[in-house]
């Protein structure tokens, strides 16, 4: 999911998946979602999200972070979350 390989789909961001609404059941390529521990209606948004996409698809919740990652070494994190994938 992390790297853009030739012959695969690019990765695409989707900053609000509550805004999506039903377009999240027409996802087919593998999705990530990544969320800030500490910010918990966000958090709950992309819970309700998880549950509407039908792909292959994983939920990781960055602990002590809020919704812009600014806390020292967040994003950090969140680079290592996406070079595991």
Known sequence: ????????????????PDLAGEALFRVVSP???IVGES???I?????EALGKLQCM??????PDATRLFEEPGKL???ARLLDSN
Do not use: F, Q
């Open 76 to 78: 950090e994190e969140i």
């Open 57 to 62: 698809k994983e939920l990781k919740i960055v």
């Open 1 to 16: 999911m992390a790297g853009h390989k030739p012959g695969r789909h690019k990765p695409a961001e989707l900053i609000m």
């Open 31 to 33: 999705t990530m979602l």
């Open 43 to 47: 958090l709950r948004l992309n819970e």
């Open 39 to 41: 910010d918990e209606v």
